[in-house]
């Protein structure tokens, strides 16, 4: 245990809060005086945080700083909250997810556990409804979260007319003023397309369209090879499609430890998804009844065509500010549009703020809850704190891949001296027992401290196991503190102890 006792100690002296954007830097003032000022005009009947935008940054704010006691508007155009990740992201990708793995556990798992049925099919309408079922169950379980924390909802389309006024245009055609002390804009993102690519729903579709596609295509094109297209590539492909990735970089996910990203291809090759990597798209012809693509390799070279019925665009998403009236406020963005902000999430225009997917950092949702959170701590004169490093990142295949920290590229790269430790999910009981064991856990720690600079799990349920992990981090904790940590038998969970085992000593169970 001394190792974990000095990790921890030297952990405590690095302790520090990373600057949001680090990277960039700019001239910001931010003034506690005239802050403080905003919030002392008592009897004043304005809010005290007006948020744009209702997707999980803006909704999480907006309910976080009721709680805190501030009079709070939340303004959202779309007529629903949750934003994209409840409306069009994580929610109903994940409905789809479960069902079209459950369709493939029952076509190629049950009878291997004595399960058997005489015939199985997939009713596409019923599924879509089961999805589109929880999409409604949340979002309107969000409204009902406003009302019992007496945040103000308006339904519309925001634009800041001043640092302290929103001009909406309301769902039902109408148009108000909401005034507020302070102005928190978390308006996300949105799809991006690709140059001389026409989105249109039906045979090009984005993840939105991929979402509800009416029937399941005989061949799908996914363009990008990030999580969200692994995601809906795998929800298509466990139905029926034949399933080909065109990617221009040399890798999928870039952002996964290298390591783990070649286990992963491997199980999604080996579930039929095929991959042409170092290969972008030049073309596009929709005159006949699919979509032909035109393909060359990266670096250039001869040209090859790929029919499809359906090409999915997954190209990233940029973040969304459309009609927001940046330009007006004179609200400082990044080339790629982001909104600029200091460690308060303060834009350069005193009393505005921004959170979530449009400013700098991962674009997920926990990531933009926690933005928010911290953002109207501070507004509430309390300290909020997000630490980018240590937001986790999942892509919900089966199996899925979680991770936090640093790759092991990120590490070498740094030049810190470091263990690896791993635990092949083979070797674990619980896995072997359910018969689902594709998988590993991978540590990698400072050599000198022990101390975890990241951990890479790929397991059916890596999103539920990464936290443990996420937590250790969070405590600058060593490998050891992990391996001596007693873990319930048999659960999947005993990986990251027998991985965390491994790095600092021996695991037990290879
Ligand atoms: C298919 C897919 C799957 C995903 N899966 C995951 C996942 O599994 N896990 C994960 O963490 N993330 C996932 N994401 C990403 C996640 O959805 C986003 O990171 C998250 O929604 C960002 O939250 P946000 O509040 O910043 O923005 P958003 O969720 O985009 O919400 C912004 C809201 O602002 C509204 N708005 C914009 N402009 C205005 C305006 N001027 N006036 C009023 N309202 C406005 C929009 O209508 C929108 O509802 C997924 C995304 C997609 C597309």
Redesign the pocket.
Known sequence: MALAICARRKANLLYRNLPLSSSESFNYSFSFASFSRRFASSGFDDNDVVV???????YVAAIKAAQLGLKTTC????GALG???L????IP??ALLHSSHMYHEAQHSFASHGVKFSSLEVDLPAMMAQKDKAVSNLTRGIEGLFKKNKVNYVK????LISPSEVSVDTIDGGNTVVKGKNIII????DVKSLPGITIDEKRIVS?TGA?ALSEIPKKLVVIGAGY?GL??GSVWGRLGSEITVVEFAPDIVPTMDGEVRKQFQRSLEKQGMKFMLRTKVVGVDTSGNGVKLTLEPAAGGEQTTLEADVVLVSAG?TP?TA??GLDKLGIETDKAGRILVNERFATNVDCVYA????IPGP????K?EEDGVACVEFLAGKTGHVDYDKVPG?V?THPEVASVGKTEEQVKESGVDYRVGKFPFLANSRAKAIDDAEGVVKILAEKETDKILGVHIMAPNAGELIHEAVLALQYDAASEDIARVCHAHPTMSEALKEAAMATYDKPIHI
Do not use: Q, W
Not at 75 to 78: C, L, S, W
Not at 363 to 366: D, P, Q
């Open positions: 744009i935008g209702g997707g999980p940054g803006g303004i959202e155009k779309r934003g994209t990740c409306n069009v992201g994580c990708s994940k519309g389309y925001g634009k978390a308006t996300g993102s993840s979402l969200i995601e809906m998403r969304f009609g927001l959170i979530g997917d449009v674009m997920l949702a926990h933009a999942v919900y």
